[in-house]
C-alpha cells in the first residue's frame, strides 16, 4: 500500500509517519545492474499543513545491494537521508493531486531516493579493481625495446594494411 496522508486529518494537528514501505511499492524501476534493492524503506516524517502546502520533513533509509563496479564484489550501501524535507504545494500550476481528501507521498520519495543512487558503486573508495591475473612463469622486467618483451595489441594493429 502506498504511503498515504490524510489532509482531513493534518486540520486539527501535524502527523508523525512511522515504519517500513516495501520496495515494491516504491515503484523504481532499476535499470542498473550494480544496484538492487531487496530491503524494505524505513521512513520517519512529520506531515504539516501550512497555508496551501504540505512541509514533510524527517528520515528516509533504504539499504541497497551493490556489486564493486571495479571488483565486483557484492556489498550494501545505505542510502540515508537524515534531513530530508519536502514542500507539496496544495494549489497553483504544480499542486499535488489530492484524492478523496489523500495526498500520495510515495512518488516524492521515490524521488529523492533514485537521486540518491551511487552512480558508480564502490565497496571501499581506495578499491584497485580485480587482481592481475598471474601467469605460471614469473614475468621478468625488461627494458624497452627489448625483444622479449610480449607484442602489444598496438603492435599487431600496425601490421595490418589497408
Known sequence: MPLRVNLRHLEEHELRLQGELPVAELDLELRDDMCRTEKPLHYNIEVQELENELLLQGELRLVLTCECVRCL??????????????????????????????????????????????????????????PAKQTGKAKKATKPGDSSEEPSAWAELNKLKF
Request: negative net charge; aromatic residues 6%.
Open 73 to 130: 564484489k557484492s556489498f550494501e550501501h545505505a542510502l540515508d537521508l537524515k534531513h530530508w524535507t519536502r514542500l507539496l504545494p496544495l494549489d497553483g500550476e504544480e499542486k499535488t493531486p489530492v484524492d478523496n481528501d489523500c495526498v500520495d507521498l510515495t512518488p516524492y520519495l521515490r524521488e529523492d531516493i533514485l537521486l540518491e543512487f551511487p552512480q558508480h558503486p564502490l565497496c571501499e573508495t581506495d578499491c584497485r579493481g580485480l
